[in-house]
């Protein structure tokens, strides 16, 4: 039974697919054919490749870009869902750069669930801020933060492309990120959310939320983001 549950055909396609990488030698960043070419090679069901394709993109192996078609992986971004350090940090430490794209900025009034996040009145001024994040020239992140306005109102001011959202809270506003909550599910791109990151509609992506809160345990942020599975992994330490 557990020798048929392997070798089921998406299974199958798989090992073709890792047997070809393998053979020809590619690299991350290489094209493999086709999803045409591949089932012709192989007589492989189109759409049982491509199960197997997205299978190994969530895993890692594969990514996939819009219009370009599918290749072989780099190595993902580690992030600890334990560790409140900054984005950029991370990348940094990973020996990666990091470019900051600010898509929109904007002033909101609080609705019941932003008020419930927040601990703020209902119709409370919210400053929301959407940026995505490129790591080695990729679009690997969606991040939507949402934040007390009138606790923090000079960040409308600052420009996201060149400084850390964190780095300002703490250095300019001195208030300290000391502890927050996070959740972490799986989605699947919708249509902006493709188009953003360059991978087709549809594909799996990380859904993260949570609330980061300062050293008096006061909310300071509500995020919620998307990201790539191909591009980052997320870890926990576990103690005992």
């Known amino acids: 039974m557990l020798q048929e549950y392997r070798n089921r055909p998406r299974d199958e396609a798989a090992e073709k697919i890792e047997s070809y990488i393998a053979q020809h030698n590619l690299k991350p960043g290489n094209k493999l054919p086709s999803e045409r070419d591949m089932s012709e090679m192989w007589g492989i069901n189109r759409m049982t490749l491509r199960g197997a394709i997205q299978g190994m993109i969530f895993e890692g192996k594969l990514y996939n870009r819009k219009g370009s078609g599918t290749f072989v992986a780099y190595p993902k971004l580690n992030r600890n869902l334990q560790d409140l350090k900054p984005f950029s940090a991370a990348v ?50 969606i991040e939507v933060t949402h934040m007390d306005y009138e606790r923090f109102p000079k960040l409308m001011d600052y420009d996201f492309g060149k400084e850390s959202l964190y780095h300002i809270i703490e250095n300019v506003y001195g208030t300290l990120i000391t502890e927050g909550t996070e959740k972490l599910s799986v989605t699947f791109a919708n249509e902006r959310e493709a188009g953003l990151l360059e991978i087709e509609e549809g594909t799996p992506l990380f859904n993260l939320s949570g609330v980061v809160k300062d050293a008096d345990g006061i909310p300071i942020e509500y995020f919620k983001s998307v990201a790539r599975v191909d591009k980052i992994r997320f870890s926990s330490m576990l103690t005992r």
């Open 92 to 141: 940094k430490e990973e020996g990666k750069t990091l470019q900051t794209v600010l898509l929109s900025r904007e002033i909101v009034e609080s609705t019941k669930q932003l008020s419930g996040k927040l601990c703020i009145k209902l119709g409370h001024p919210v400053l929301v801020i959407t940026r995505k994040r490129i790591v080695d020239d990729e679009p690997v992140m």
